[in-house]
């Protein structure tokens, strides 16, 4: 696996896939990138260019754990670029990662082709997504047989009585990051009410999704709980950035998507100049999973 040097010396870890243009693909979490695996075959059409965060996967844990903030990681994704000698890079973030590449596009906008951001965090935004969003995604699937005690969960998580198990608070659980009520909190995988809610994350939960969220677990919970530290996001600040951002925008998500509802992702599309909001459907948090020939045909022809 390649490595390359942050600029505080902490060494970086990624994984490149396939041939062609190179995307940079920041994975959510923050956990080991592994659960993004080839995104459904997106190599076959881009050179992917998957980075393990720090302290996750095969990157090194830092000296200074705040670099862990979402705002510090955003000069790893330049030393990135750099070490691959691009003038500008297409970025791709998933759930939490999206806040990461949001801060990027934010600060570094000329070095940026294109923008895709999959089941995307609203956090370096400051949108809210409320419980009502979350509902109404979770009663699309009122005719599975895991919905009744999964329901029960997320109604008590959205009203705040919810139980966290063993988590962390923060994001947590392949990547996700499905807040109660109108906070983006904990994430499946957690534990307790969390994980009572993970199939809600699926398309289909079947044994490749239990293995999926199984595997997906961080393993860094100081990662986890200090992405989102205080200074981590200045909404405020990205949207007006935003506002002016000129290069295009792919936003994806899931059908079923309950960390990411369709209508709080829409409203985040509108924050942009020459935006494409798409909804899979069929799919939940990780639509390369769910249906990876129509994920990758519509990754692939945004990138061109």
Same mark, same amino acid.
């Given at each position: 696996m390649p490595t390359f040097s942050a600029p505080d010396g902490t060494r970086l870890a990624y994984r490149a896939h396939g041939d062609g243009p190179p995307v940079v693909c920041v994975p959510g979490g923050p956990a080991d990138s592994r659960y993004l695996g080839d995104l459904g075959g997106l190599a076959a059409h881009r050179r992917t260019i998957v980075l393990d965060l720090r302290g996750t996967g095969r990157s090194a844990i830092p000296d200074d754990v705040s670099s862990y903030r979402c705002d510090r990681l955003v %000069?790893? /994704?330049?030393?990135?670029?750099? &070490? =691959?000698?691009?003038?500008?890079m297409?970025?791709?973030?998933?759930?939490? @990662?999206?806040?990461? !590449?949001?801060?990027?596009?934010?600060? &570094?906008? %000329?070095? *940026?082709? @294109? $923008?895709? $951001? /999959?089941?995307?965090?609203?956090?370096? *935004? @400051?949108?809210?997504?409320?419980?009502?969003?979350?509902?109404?995604?979770?009663l699309l699937r009122k005719d599975e047989p895991w919905f009744?005690?999964?329901?029960?969960? =997320?109604?008590?998580?959205?009203?705040?009585?919810?139980?966290?198990?063993?988590?962390?608070?923060?994001?947590t659980g392949t990547g996700t990051e499905t807040g109660a009520g109108t906070a983006t909190g904990a994430g499946a995988g957690a534990g307790g009410d969390w994980e009572a809610i993970a199939p809600f994350l699926y398309g289909r939960w079947d044994a490749?999704?239990?293995?999926?969220?199984?595997?997906?677990?961080?393993?860094?919970e100081e990662a986890v709980a200090r992405f989102g530290a205080d200074g981590a996001f200045d909404p405020e600040a990205t949207r007006a950035a935003l506002a002016a951002f000129g290069?295009? *925008?792919?936003? =994806?998500? @899931?059908?079923? %998507? $309950?960390?990411?509802?369709?209508?709080?992702? !829409?409203?985040?599309?509108?924050?942009?100049? %020459?935006?494409?909001? *798409?909804?899979?459907?069929?799919?939940? &948090?990780?639509?390369?999973l769910d249906d990876a020939d129509r994920f990758v045909a519509t990754v692939a022809d945004f990138l061109g």
């Amino acid at each position: 696996m390649p490595t390359f040097s942050a600029p505080d010396g902490t060494r970086l870890a990624y994984r490149a896939h396939g041939d062609g243009p190179p995307v940079v693909c920041v994975p959510g979490g923050p956990a080991d990138s592994r659960y993004l695996g080839d995104l459904g075959g997106l190599a076959a059409h881009r050179r992917t260019i998957v980075l393990d965060l720090r302290g996750t996967g095969r990157s090194a844990i830092p000296d200074d754990v705040s670099s862990y903030r979402c705002d510090r990681l955003v %000069d790893d /994704i330049e030393a990135l670029r750099d &070490h =691959l000698g691009l003038a500008r890079m297409d970025l791709l973030g998933h759930s939490a @990662g999206t806040n990461v !590449a949001v801060r990027y596009a934010a600060e &570094h906008p %000329d070095r *940026v082709g @294109g $923008l895709v $951001l /999959i089941g995307p965090s609203v956090r370096a *935004v @400051g949108l809210t997504v409320t419980g009502e969003m979350r509902r109404e995604a979770a009663l699309l699937r009122k005719d599975e047989p895991w919905f009744p005690p999964a329901f029960a969960a =997320l109604e008590a998580l959205v009203a705040g009585t919810g139980t966290t198990g063993t988590g962390t608070g923060e994001e947590t659980g392949t990547g996700t990051e499905t807040g109660a009520g109108t906070a983006t909190g904990a994430g499946a995988g957690a534990g307790g009410d969390w994980e009572a809610i993970a199939p809600f994350l699926y398309g289909r939960w079947d044994a490749a999704a239990r293995r999926h969220h199984a595997d997906g677990r961080p393993d860094n919970e100081e990662a986890v709980a200090r992405f989102g530290a205080d200074g981590a996001f200045d909404p405020e600040a990205t949207r007006a950035a935003l506002a002016a951002f000129g290069a295009p *925008v792919l936003l =994806l998500t @899931g059908e079923f %998507d $309950l960390n990411s509802p369709p209508r709080s992702t !829409a409203e985040y599309a509108e924050l942009f100049p %020459d935006a494409s909001f *798409v909804v899979q459907p069929g799919a939940g &948090h990780f639509p390369w999973l769910d249906d990876a020939d129509r994920f990758v045909a519509t990754v692939a022809d945004f990138l061109g």
